[in-house]
């Protein structure tokens, strides 16, 4: 099996996986963890207050979630690119 073929089969995967539940559960609602960890805080001490404030907050949820998912993006850039410099050394390795 050639290359692209993998990288193809392996990209469907990944949009099932993320279709499937959305699909499955039109209504349901996909909170972060976060948000089940203030709730669990609230009711395990109520009168809790947080330590420190955030010195940014974002205008809004989207923004929020548009920030996290560019972390993770540049995240996951540097870790393929280090991972592929890391492959590719051990190839030039063994050819010499």
């Known amino acids: 099996m050639k290359v692209w073929q993998k ?9 099932v996986i993320a279709a499937v539940p959305l699909w499955l559960l039109p ?5 972060g963890a976060d948000g089940q ?3 669990a805080i609230t009711e395990l001490n109520p009168g809790y ?3 420190f404030q955030p010195i940014l907050e974002p205008a809004s949820g989207e923004v929020e ?7 993770a993006a540049i995240g996951a850039g540097v870790v393929g ?14 050819q010499d």
């Open 7 to 15: 990288n193809l089969i392996l990209l469907l995967l990944v949009v």
């Open 27 to 31: 209504n349901a609602e996909f909170g």
């Open 37 to 39: 960890a203030e709730e």
């Open 49 to 51: 207050e947080p330590w």
């Open 65 to 71: 979630s548009l920030l996290f998912a560019l972390q």
């Open 81 to 94: 690119f280090v991972l592929g410099r890391i492959t590719k050394k051990s190839d030039r390795k063994g």
